[in-house]
């Protein structure tokens, strides 16, 4: 089964880090994916620029209004993403508690759905 | 031709069978189709085709087995003729018909493990807390939607959908049906325990409203813990089930003949179920020699103590302070702290609880707790500063909104 692991963080703790901090946790980063990619169960997977680069995009009355910023105020924020491979929620629960960002902030696990072509 | 009277037989076994086993059939059932809705159709189905075939056939020698494949088999035919209409069935249906001529693995063994899966499934902390309870008493323990609906005071169409909705969860999130791995053991038996406990303490709550159903959810949750006990007899599970039968041996001295609410110390001690304590003591005995103390063993042992005292002054109180001081380093609790500071207060004197009382309160953790109020207000009066101890219960009094604790406390506060 295909699972989305979605990163939130507080983005601030990322712009307020020491340099020496954020290259550790790119490190831990590089050898999270080196890892999930040995063992199969990458699939894809990003890092995000920070909501203030957001713009959020609605269709109303068939006529396109955007705006700035993130859907909602929240204490931490989309900040990337893995796409994974596992066997079942168990073993994606055990990818997702090695993300990094599990650490600093949660990892929401949602299954993918399939869908047959109507 | 099979006489009416040995077709009577025949259903009255079926029926013994169907109380003995279908929660085992169920369980194998739904590792071998890999759906819970699918098994029930299967295990309705089997039990169905029991009824018909047995009168004539004869009970077959292993009804278990006969049960689990015929159930299969239904549930095999079922997709194969829904396939006919909905093609992605189809690849279903030959999956699950693949090696079908192979006996299924219906050794007791097996079996067994079937039931913990079920256990753990129902209990994966990636469901919601209020659904595992009512998913556990509907497939593990068989009760209806109705029935558990009544024991949780809630409407049976909300119950209902917090059912499917799990199920729904277990397929789509893709929640295995397996035993957790020695790595996630302690952390999964942990949910698995606390569903266990909170189903009993839904039972033994005195809360008012329907409260003569539910001993019945007591029964089930004792049930339960001698169920894990058998498949997976770890210290905290023994501690659990010690616990539960502690508390549940003392059910008829805690409430008075008019329904009020009757404290450990007031209790009619020879009301007290001597065989079930017997029973909960072994077990905290056993789960001690295992040198591996959790909180269940340690507050069973606490429980143990207290039953084992033939009065409240014959209570061994250094014993029960001990056993506290072992809990609070393990798992640290103001509600822990202040059941600590009455048992100081039994073992030092009302002077000494009243010292630990205060601690706890002024650090503002347990200020809107009613119990602590009223424990303040009971060592005041034992000190003879009946103004202090007016006060304080009139405080726990303005916290307390269970109907059998008001009235126990504006009792409390008569007296005075």
Known sequence: MKYLCLIYTDETLRQNMPKTEMEKIVAEYFAFGDGIKKSGHYVGGNALQPTHTATTVRVRNGKISTTDGPFAETKEQLGGYYLIDARDLNDAIQVAGRIPGARLGSVEVRPIMEFERP | ?416
């Open chain 2, 1 to 416: 031709m099979v006489s009416e009277e040995a077709a009577e037989r025949v259903r009255g076994m079926v029926d013994a069978v169907y109380r003995a086993e279908s929660r085992r059939v169920l369980a194998t059932l739904i590792r071998l189709l890999g759906d819970f809705d699918l098994a029930e159709e299967a295990l309705h189905e089997a039990f169905t085709a029991a009824v018909e075939r047995w009168p004539a056939a004869g009970i077959p020698a292993n009804p278990r087995a006969w049960l689990v494949s015929t159930g299969r088999f239904k549930a095999i035919d079922q997709l194969r003729r829904r396939a006919r209409f909905d093609a992605s069935l189809q690849s279903l249906a030959d999956r699950l018909g693949d090696g079908v001529t192979a006996a299924p693995d219906v050794d007791d063994e097996g079996v067994e493990d079937d039931r913990l899966r079920l256990i753990f499934t129902c209990c994966h902390p990636a469901l919601p807390s209020d659904a595992r309870a009512a998913l556990t008493l509907r497939e593990v323990c068989g009760l209806t939607t109705e029935e558990i609906a009544r024991a949780f005071l809630t409407a049976p169409p909300t119950l209902a959908q917090r059912i499917v909705r799990a199920k729904g969860k277990i397929r789509d999130a893709g929640i295995p049906y397996q035993v957790p791995g020695r790595t996630d053991l302690p952390e999964r038996l942990d949910t698995v325990l606390q569903v266990v406990y909170l189903v009993f303490n839904e039972g033994y709550s005195a809360s008012a409203g329907a409260a003569v159903t539910r001993p019945d959810l007591s029964a089930e949750a004792i049930r339960l813990g001698r169920l894990l006990v058998e498949l997976l007899p770890d210290p905290e599970v023994l501690g659990l089930l010690a616990l539960m039968l502690l508390h549940d041996a003392r059910r008829a001295a805690r409430t008075s003949s008019d329904g009020e609410l009757v404290l450990l110390d007031d209790q009619e001690r020879s009301l007290w179920d001597r065989g079930q304590i017997a029973e909960g003591v072994a077990l905290v005995e056993r789960a001690l020699a295992a040198r591996r103390v959790g909180p269940y063993v340690l507050q069973a042992a606490i429980a143990a103590v207290h039953a084992e005292a033939a009065t409240p002054a014959a209570t061994d109180w250094a014993e029960i302070v001990g056993l506290y001081d072992v809990l609070l380093r393990l798992a640290p609790s103001p509600v822990v702290e202040l059941n600590r500071a009455a048992a100081v207060a039994m073992r030092d004197g009302p002077e000494a609880g009243l010292a630990a009382v205060d601690a706890i309160l002024a650090r503002g953790e347990l200020g809107e707790y009613h119990l602590a109020h009223s424990a303040r207000g009971e060592l005041l009066r034992r000190l003879g500063r009946r103004d202090e101890s007016i006060a304080a219960y009139r405080r726990a009094l303005a916290l307390a909104s269970q109907e059998p604790e008001r009235r126990l406390l504006e009792k409390r506060l008569h007296g005075l």
